[in-house]
C-alpha cells in the first residue's frame, strides 16, 4: 500500500500545496516571460533576505521558500463581496457598516488560511474611509499581471511593487 507523503511544513498554511509541491511556485507549461520573470524575482528576493542573492554556495543546491502573501491574495483576488459592500457604502456613506460589513463577509470568505482568520482591523485605521480602501483595491488588482485570464485566486500575480515604492502618508493622502 502507497504511504501519503505529509504535507510539508513551508506550506502548512497552504490548501492548495500540492499543485506548488509539484509544479513549481509561478512555472508550468507554456509559461509567459511575464510569470517567468516573477519567478525569477521571487527566488532573487528570497536568496537576497538570505544574503546569498546571485552567490550560490555549491553548485546545484538552490532551494527556497516563496512568499505566498496569502492575505494579500485573499484581499485582490478572492474578495468578490467587496464591490457590495462598496455599493451599498454609496448609498449610505457610513464608515462604521461598511467596514463591519467588509470585515464579517471577508472572516467568511478568505481561504488558505487553515481556519486562522487574520485581524484585518489595522486596514481600517490605514485608510480614512473605505472609499480609500476600496480605491486602493482597485488600483493593485488593475495592476494583475495576465489579469484576463482565467485563474484561480491563488495564482494570480501583481506587478512587483518594492518596498521603495510605498506611499508616504500625508495629510492630502486619499483627497
Known amino acids: 500500500m502507497l504511504k501519503t507523503l505529509p504535507r510539508p511544513s513551508a506550506y502548512s498554511q497552504l490548501d492548495f500545496w500540492v499543485d506548488e509541491a509539484i509544479w513549481g511556485h509561478r512555472l508550468y507549461d507554456e509559461q509567459t516571460p511575464w510569470l517567468c520573470f516573477m ?4 527566488v532573487l528576493n528570497s536568496e537576497y533576505q538570505k544574503d546569498f542573492a546571485f552567490n550560490e554556495q555549491s553548485y546545484n543546491t538552490l532551494s527556497y521558500n516563496p512568499y505566498s502573501r496569502i492575505y494579500l491574495r485573499n484581499l ?18 457610513d464608515e462604521k457598516r461598511a467596514w463591519e460589513e467588509w470585515t464579517k463577509l471577508a472572516q467568511q470568505s478568505f481561504a488558505g488560511l487553515n481556519n486562522e482568520y487574520p485581524n484585518l482591523i489595522y486596514l481600517q485605521s490605514n485608510f480614512e474611509k473605505f472609499e480609500y480602501f476600496y480605491e486602493a483595491i482597485k488600483f493593485l488588482q488593475n495592476n494583475t499581471i495576465e489579469g484576463e485570464n482565467n485563474k484561480r485566486w491563488s495564482s494570480q500575480f501583481i506587478f512587483p511593487y518594492g518596498k521603495e515604492c510605498s506611499i508616504r502618508r500625508s495629510k492630502n493622502y486619499g483627497r
Open 76 to 93: 485582490l483576488f478572492n474578495n468578490p463581496y467587496l464591490e457590495v459592500v462598496y455599493k451599498d457604502y454609496e448609498d449610505h456613506r
Open 39 to 42: 519567478e525569477f524575482l521571487g
